[in-house]
């Protein structure tokens, strides 16, 4: 099969080796459960497929940082993640459908040459984002208008939904089963073998939450800040001298080098005062985020959205001089709405 989705292997053939065991779940209900720790070789696969996985993937450093301040996206961002977190906790959907849904988001902002982003671009791309992932991650994926019921200035017309999930995918080049801080965090878990893991879970979820807001934390490697987080509760739990080297010795000397500034800098933060996500409620999206809730009786459908979300195909286009940014002229934007 030529054509895969989520770049994985088509499972066809005698010769298929057997599954990894399923220690990754998409637990609702603010609960994680966890299955038994797997063997050591089992581990080591797992954590060799998903470094390489997340190699294919640019969506983190300084690099994107930069790029996401030199677009005035810092805000946009923490608002569309913190939107993100209140939906799951409305709509009951899984951890991962929500990392996976902001990793999505990260990516195709990235490859994009928009100038200037209007507040119903990024709402655009945040549902859109949200509705792949719940696709891709839910047993039954909530419906468009559940999914835009609160926290959003504008709600979309499906069919511009629907087109923009094709600009979306064909940007990801189909790949959209990326390696999240939450899944790795998953597999060292089942790594450390402790007893009392659903809870342990539930703790490094939490954390990786609020990391997942914080703009510093993008700087790393999803693998890096899963790593760091769960060495974090490790220590809290006095268990880290234990388990330190079992974890540590599954990555080479750069990744331990990451491993080692990104604790550092969840440690600096940590001591800030007044620093940490904010969403239990719609309430706080609101107050935090200054996102209105939108006019229920409007539906935007937006046209020529291929015009608008220009994509960049390769790394090279995004090192070009910075005038050829400045003077691209500005797309016209058609907004029909229906009462």
């Known amino acids: ?111 994009t040459s928009c100038n200037e982003w209007s507040k119903w671009m990024v709402e655009l791309v945040a549902v859109t984002s949200l509705s792949i992932a719940s696709k891709f991650n839910e047993v039954s994926s909530p419906s468009l208008e559940d999914f835009q019921m609160e926290g959003l200035n504008h709600m979309f017309h499906h069919k511009t939904v629907l087109e923009m ?67 974090d509760f490790l220590e809290e739990k006095s268990a880290l001298e234990e388990n330190l080297g079992k974890i540590m010795n599954l990555f080479g000397e750069e990744h331990k080098v990451r491993i080692a500034k990104c604790i550092n800098v969840m440690k600096s933060r940590n001591v800030e005062e007044g620093w940490r996500r904010e ?21 935007y459908y937006v046209e020529n959205l291929s015009a608008i979300f220009q994509i960049l195909r390769s790394d090279k286009k995004r090192e070009r001089d910075s005038h050829e940014d400045e003077n691209r002229p500005a797309k016209r934007v058609t907004f029909v709405t229906s009462n």
């Open 279 to 299: 969403v239990k409620s719609p309430a706080s999206v609101l107050q935090r985020g200054g996102v209105m809730n939108m006019n229920m009786n409007i539906v």
């Open 1 to 111: 099969m030529d054509h895969l989705l989520c770049d994985e292997s088509w499972l066809s053939g005698p010769s298929t080796p057997e599954p990894f065991p399923n220690f990754r779940l998409n637990i609702h209900d603010d609960h994680v459960e966890m299955s038994p720790a797997m063997d050591a070789a089992t581990v080591e696969e797992a954590i060799s497929m998903d470094l390489e996985k997340e190699s294919c993937f640019s969506n983190h450093g300084d690099k994107f940082i930069e790029f996401l301040v030199s677009k005035n996206l810092t805000d946009a961002r923490f608002q569309t993640v913190q939107w993100l977190i209140q939906t799951r906790n409305r709509l009951n959907l899984s951890f991962e459908t929500i990392f996976s849904a902001a990793s999505c988001f990260d990516r195709f902002v990235y490859a």
């Open 165 to 231: 999930e094709l600009i979306v995918l064909k940007a990801l080049e189909w790949r959209v089963n990326s390696v999240t801080s939450f899944s790795f965090s998953q597999i060292l878990v089942a790594t450390t073998g402790m007893g009392g893991g659903d809870i342990m879970m539930n703790r490094i979820t939490d954390h990786l939450l609020d990391d997942l807001c914080d703009l510093k934390m993008l700087a790393y490697a999803p693998s890096v800040v899963a790593v760091a987080v769960v060495l």
